[in-house]
């Protein structure tokens, strides 16, 4: 959130440029992916530079004055600040996308996440107990709720969502080894317990949303056999199928009696006692129909990347003492920046997402099922959370997003090839030469060796 942080994110953009440079020069080739889920962030960056370009035009003050020329963006300061942000996020997705390009990579880059997180949480759940006004101990801001380093308690919801979703999506997959269970599930009990305790309504329902996708997914598995086997199959996918809900119905209430345990319990108080009878929305029904006279406004291309902030000033009907910085809904949000350009944009990558995503659900390798599983749920709970709040408007949460989006949608050059289909190791024997009654000692030597498979 602040400039300092938003410098070295983009440093480390820069960064891997070189660094990609330097491998393209010592390769002699260009590493690049061709995963159709970069084209919308290339379409976005896109329209923001149009938005930026002086087509519009507004009114002089006298009959003498001209007409000043103006940029299609209401605010042109932001949308180029939000230009350079995509454009970072592009170079980090696209570099994961073409460099996560083998099994032990995808295992070290699931693990990290998992780990990550795993850390992440304790941290936000050690900071709730012991200083739950202040942002990492030190400082104390205003109209803000902080968890952890999160400014924002809904943000950390969100982060939770996506990191917790891998060793569950392994956990429900069968991806996990047998003495490692207890270690997943220990892990994303421990994020579910940090998610819990932010008290976020969006990220809670986010969190079931979550587990029924995946109990969904996991539960019912296609019929691939003959017709004398369907009756089998159908009973045994049933049973499967109540199994997981059954264990995502327990892992649910085991999450929730964890918070009680740690002390939660005034959490869940307030959780059901912030639904207010007179506005359940908590405001963000006003915030909607502002954003929608946005929308009527600058239907094509928005009113500008990252313009929000300034356009709701422009259009709010109530005292204007409240600044609203995000929409709180961030498909509402991109209509108002983007328009329906940015809408069509945004739908292409979800569509393509689940589609990639499904495939890979369905690979032979079972880790890279059970990631790519877990990986399209965490996509799944963060839309489902992107209707009540902005988590993908932060840097952090929107990285993470598009790195699991990454691990849901890459090729299969990150799966091990099936035991089967290995190719066995040449063993060279030495068999001793043939003898040849009658020949000289000299030919018999002049033998060629046998090789032996």
């Known amino acids: 959130m602040h400039y300092w942080s938003l410098t070295v994110f983009q440093a480390g953009a820069a960064f891997i440029i070189l660094l990609w440079a330097v491998d393209a020069w010592s390769s002699r080739r260009l590493r690049f992916s061709r995963n159709a889920l970069q084209w919308p962030l290339v379409g976005l960056v896109l329209v923001g530079l149009v938005q930026l370009l002086p087509l519009g035009s507004e009114a002089g003050g006298g009959l003498l004055s001209l007409a000043t020329v103006k940029s299609l963006s209401l605010d042109p300061y932001s949308t180029r600040l939000t230009l350079v942000r995509l454009v970072a996020l592009l170079i980090y997705f696209a570099a994961v996308l073409a460099f996560t390009d083998g099994p032990i990579r995808l295992r070290l880059l699931v693990r990290t996440i998992i780990i990550f997180g795993f850390m992440l949480a304790i941290l936000g759940l050690v900071q709730s107990f012991t200083s739950p006004t202040k942002l990492l101990w030190m400082r104390e801001l205003r109209e803000s709720t902080p968890f952890g380093p999160f400014i924002n308690r809904h943000h950390f919801a969100g982060y ?27 892990a994303a009990a421990l994020m579910g317990v940090a998610l819990i305790m932010t008290n976020s309504r969006g990220g809670i329902l986010a969190f079931i949303a979550q587990i029924v996708f995946l109990v969904g997914m996991t539960g019912f598995r296609r019929n691939r056999g003959g017709s004398g086997a369907d009756k089998t199959d159908s009973g045994r996918s049933i049973r499967g199928a109540v199994v997981r809900a059954g264990l995502g119905l327990a892992l649910i209430l085991s999450i929730f009696a964890g918070v009680v345990m740690l002390g939660g319990e005034p959490v869940i108080n307030r959780l059901m006692g912030t639904v207010s009878s007179a506005d359940p929305t908590t405001g963000r029904a006003h915030f909607w129909r502002v954003t929608l006279d946005i929308i009527r406004d600058h239907p094509l291309i928005g009113s500008g990347l990252g313009s929000f902030g ?12 409240l600044r609203v910085e995000q929409a709180h809904n961030d498909y509402l949000q991109v209509l108002s920046d983007a328009g329906i350009v940015g809408a069509l944009l945004g739908l292409f990558f979800i569509v393509t997402l689940f589609r990639l995503g499904l495939e890979r659900s369905r690979s032979e390798d079972r880790f890279r099922r059970g990631v790519a599983t877990g990986a399209l749920a965490g996509c799944f709970a963060v839309l489902i959370h992107s209707f009540f709040d902005f988590t993908l408007h932060t840097t952090s949460n929107a990285l993470l997003f598009l790195v699991v989006a990454a691990l849901a949608s890459l090729n299969g050059r990150v799966e ?38």
């Open 160 to 186: 939770m969502e996506l990191t917790l979703a891998l060793p569950l999506g392994m956990l429900f997959s069968g991806g996990v080894e047998r003495e490692k269970r207890f270690i997943y599930m220990f």
């Open 310 to 321: 300034l356009a709701f000033t422009r259009y709010d009907t109530r005292s204007g003492l």
């Open 416 to 453: 091990r090839a099936p035991e089967g289909g290995r190719r066995r190791r040449r063993r060279r024997t030495i068999k001793q030469p043939q003898i040849i009654p009658g020949a000289p000692p000299k030919a018999r030597e002049a033998l060629p060796l046998q090789n032996e498979q």
